[in-house]
């Protein structure tokens, strides 16, 4: 069952230079348990896609599409309107758990609050469902911790806090922007086992915006792949790294360091993401791609595909 | 925290006394004297005067004697110039006077100030934005010299509404003028300061978490965005609200409201030491007390200065 379903995303912000469009046509959508990756370099828009999801992108940004979301469609929708939505509906877990969250208020405040605002609960009853989120989240001694402040914890439990308080209503949607990218290796792999299990349990949506393929690997099912603000291809996670069907995609995972590679070289995708200022007349990964035929420069090419849709002109067996 | 306040009590007490002898070496480098006119006086009365005041002595018993009158006995000696009053006498009837309206024009400059600079803030570009910075630019070059006559002028001769002056026991309308002539520039300096802290905080990443939490506008702004967002305004305050009551001379002289500027632009022109000395004293001791109830209340906002303590 589809829960959300976006269609022909734009997303252009207004500068002093033009305007930067940072995310283009963007079309998928996100069904009840699903795991889906969003992956892309910096400045792909991958984060743009979330925030425009929750109404929550800068007040330079026009954007176009449907976002539809139980009939309703969320581009259009009042800031009131979201407000039910946000947090009970569909939460974000953001990126950088040092600056998420409120220095000036007590953890067990920030979580107790969703709750007394979404759901009607006393102070006394939203603190217990504030301890009961804690521990669902795996932060030892919950109920002293509650009154303690965000510089009292360690990154790795911080996130786990920013983790908690998206799931507090227990929404259908989460979407996690690079959950991990702050934190060591092994508090990542704690993290996003938390995240697997508890996703399980509440059969929740997710939408695991990452740059890491590593992480893609260990919980996705699914994988789109975005480069310049365009989906470059939509695939299953096991056949996208079996056999990566477009060469940005075959790019990045030649980039993952393998230790098998005896010449003990990093492989980098040559030249530097595009510039966004114009509206992309032909494929934005052109400049950059070893394939590349005279085609590729006059024509933008749409997703087409079955199980693996890819946006490249050239067939799969033509690429080296 | 107790433990802290009384551990700055402890070193309030040295800095006032070093600020009491550098004052008064300080002021005994100043040429001429309490006593220098432009007849001198015959050596002879000179002698009996410098003696009556024990300016005779050399200058370190001058600064023991006085050090240990204040002491023992809590006395500021007499003052040199105005005859038959105390130093003491002088502080009791001036002091309460500039520190009534010094405090009801720190009350305006905050409960001004600080809605004005958030409401600039929320509506930031818009007409109301630019209207109020504009207001705060104008009114915080507005020197208090030309803004004081303009409101006596409307206030007191055009429509009769509020005394011209006097203090009449501190009766509110004897308050208003002076409190809103001392406090106008600073108001706009607190309303751009705020507004400026508020835009700030208004685009840091845990006030978007806020949005993301569907929490009404109203419940971001004052639970969230508010007090870290007066924290700046709170370290301006504080310099401030000394500073206005230092520096409230200008106003004690065209209100003749009796406060304490008045007497040390006299004691200043005429040598009064101990005049001087005495408000220098209290001065080091207001602002040794404000900062010490400013950091107490940063502790309150900002559980990491809490910590610390």
């Known amino acids: ?320 | 925290m107790l433990n802290y306040s009384l551990r700055r009590l402890a070193f309030a007490i040295p800095t006032i006394f070093a600020l009491v002898i550098f004052a008064f070496y300080l002021m005994r480098l100043a040429p001429g004297g309490p006593f220098t006119s432009e007849k001198p006086l015959p050596p002879a009365v000179m002698a009996n005067v410098l003696e009556r005041y024990g300016m005779d002595e050399p200058l370190y018993v001058q600064l023991f004697t006085y050090i240990k009158n204040i002491l023992c006995c809590f006395d500021f000696g007499p003052s040199f110039s105005q005859k038959d009053r105390s130093v003491n006498q002088i502080i009791a009837s001036g002091f309460p006077v500039t520190l009534t309206y010094g405090f009801w024009s720190a009350v305006f400059v905050l409960i001004c100030g600080i809605p004005l600079g958030v409401i600039a803030a929320l509506r930031h570009n818009s007409f109301w934005d630019y209207l109020m910075t504009g207001l705060a630019i104008f009114s915080q070059i507005f020197p208090n010299f030309v803004l004081a006559p303009i409101m006596v002028l409307l206030f007191t001769l055009s429509w009769g509404l509020l005394p011209g002056g006097g203090w009449n026991g501190g009766q509110w309308q004897y308050i208003v003028m002076p409190a809103i002539g001392l406090g106008t520039s600073y108001m706009a300096g607190v309303a751009r300061l705020t507004r400026g802290s508020m835009l700030e905080v208004l685009n840091s990443p845990f006030i978007r978490t806020a949005r993301a939490k569907g929490l009404p506008e109203r419940t971001i702004i004052w639970r969230h965005a508010l007090k870290p967002a007066l924290l700046p305004t709170l370290t301006y305050m504080g310099p401030v609200f000394v500073y206005m009551i230092t520096g409230s001379v200008f106003i004690d002289v065209f209100f003749s409201t009796g406060g304490i500027g008045q007497d040390f632009i006299d004691g200043a022109y005429s040598r009064d030491y101990s005049v001087l000395l005495g408000l220098a004293i209290i001065y080091c001791v207001l602002t040794l007390s404000i900062n010490l109830v400013l950091d107490l209340l940063y502790a309150w906002i900002d559980p990491k200065v809490r910590d610390a303590l």
């Not at chain 1, 940004?61 to 407000?83: K, T």
């Open chain 1, 1 to 320: 069952m589809t829960l959300l379903s976006v269609r022909d995303l734009n997303i252009r912000f207004t500068t002093g230079d033009g305007d930067v469009h940072a995310v283009n046509n963007v079309s998928f959508d996100l069904s009840a348990g699903q795991k889906v990756a969003l992956v892309g370099e910096s400045g792909s828009g991958k984060s743009q896609i979330a925030l425009s999801i929750m109404g929550l992108l800068a007040k330079n940004a026009i954007v176009s599409g449907q976002v539809m979301f139980n009939g309703n469609n969320l581009l259009a929708a009042s800031n009131d309107e979201l407000n039910q939505i946000r947090a009970q509906k569909i939460a974000m877990i953001f990126q950088d758990p040092m600056s998420a969250l409120n220095p000036y208020m007590k953890v067990g405040r920030q979580l107790s609050e969703i709750v007394e605002l979404h759901e009607g609960l006393s102070r006394r009853d939203a603190r217990i469902r504030a301890i009961e989120v804690m521990e669902a989240v795996q932060i030892p001694d919950a109920k002293r911790r509650l009154d303690a402040y965000p510089h009292e914890f360690s990154g790795g439990m911080r996130q786990r806090i920013v983790i908690a308080m998206a799931l507090i209503c227990r929404p259908q949607i989460i979407l996690a922007d690079e959950p991990t990218t702050a934190l060591d290796v092994t508090v990542q792999a704690q993290i996003m086992h938390l995240l697997d299990d508890i996703q399980r349990d509440m059969d929740t949506a997710v939408l695991l915006i990452t740059h890491d393929l590593g992480v893609v690997a260990g919980f996705c099912e699914d994988v789109m792949v975005l480069y310049g603000g365009r989906m470059m291809e939509k695939s299953k996670v096991g056949a996208l790294f079996k056999s990566p069907s477009h060469p940005y995609t075959r790019g990045l995972l030649r980039a993952v360091p393998n230790i098998h590679d005896q010449t003990g070289q990093l492989h980098a995708i040559p030249g530097s993401p595009p510039n966004q200022m114009n509206a992309p007349t032909a494929c934005p990964f052109a400049p950059r791609c070893n394939d590349v035929i005279d085609t590729c420069w006059q024509t933008l090419p749409e997703l087409t595909g079955e199980d693996t849709q890819r946006a490249c002109i050239q067939p799969v067996e033509a690429l080296s």
